[in-house]
């Protein structure tokens, strides 16, 4: 049939991917389609190896089209210096943020580094920023990222400079983290309710929680073992 490639003859698969390249870049630069500028850089970096254009590529596509996922892989360039950009937390922090609020594929995850580089402080001046961790780990967490909602279980079970130590919120947090199969999230709602820490003990509830914390990591370590095969 016409069309079809024979992926066993080198040469056919070597001109059938610069075609692709080809098409990405036209639809990319003279159809202005974000979408395909995206998927110029993973052909770039995955099928060419050529990271410092990839650089180029999604640095365009992040700033002048505010692609998330483009901003989010360029962050990503940023903290490793990958691609030739500069190494900077700072400028991956503000790639994260576009990332972010763009709503993409990588928004949520883009979110939650938002909040761990505002939790530590590392891409900032004035130090941690405990209030701003707390806002992208909320999005995140919406958006069913599980170690968000661990992380503000944490941040509520602390008590920061304004974050004030709630310990009901924590446990709401921790229970959400569970239900989206984080381990520990499992493991700090069972000990509250064993304790009493910001609700009403409840031994029965407890062991629920820790028995599904130790099914997590069972699967958890069945999942490592298979990789390892």
Not at 31 to 59: F, I, W
Not at 69 to 88: D, Q
Not at 135 to 156: D, H, I, K, M, V
Request: proline share 2%.
């Amino acid at each position: 049939m016409a069309g079809l490639i024979n992926f066993e003859d080198e040469k056919e698969v070597k001109q059938f991917l610069d075609n692709l390249g080809v098409e990405y870049s036209y639809q990319c630069y003279r159809e202005k389609d974000p979408d395909a500028c995206h998927r110029l850089a993973d052909y770039l970096e995955g099928v060419k190896k050529n990271y410092d254009m990839t650089a180029q590529v999604l640095s365009h596509n992040c700033e002048v089209n505010g692609h998330s996922e483009s901003c989010y892989k360029l962050g990503a360039y940023h903290i490793t210096g990958k691609g030739g950009v500069t190494e900077s937390l700072k400028t991956a922090y503000s790639c994260f943020v576009k990332a972010c609020n763009a709503r993409g594929k990588k928004s949520v995850d883009a979110c939650h580094n938002v909040g761990l580089l505002a939790h530590d402080g590392r891409a900032q001046e004035g130090g941690p920023d405990p209030v701003v961790a707390r806002q992208y780990y909320e999005r995140a967490c919406e958006g069913g990222f599980a170690p968000s909602c661990f992380n503000l279980s944490a941040l509520y079970i602390q008590g920061l400079a304004g974050v004030d130590k709630n310990m009901p919120l924590a446990l709401n947090y921790a229970v959400r983290a569970c239900e989206l199969g984080h381990v520990w999230g499992c493991s700090n709602a069972s000990r509250m309710y064993k304790l009493g820490d910001g609700t009403e003990r409840d031994d029965g509830k407890a062991e629920e929680l820790k028995n599904r914390a130790r099914e997590l990591h069972g699967e958890h370590r069945a999942r490592q073992l298979k990789f390892a095969e």
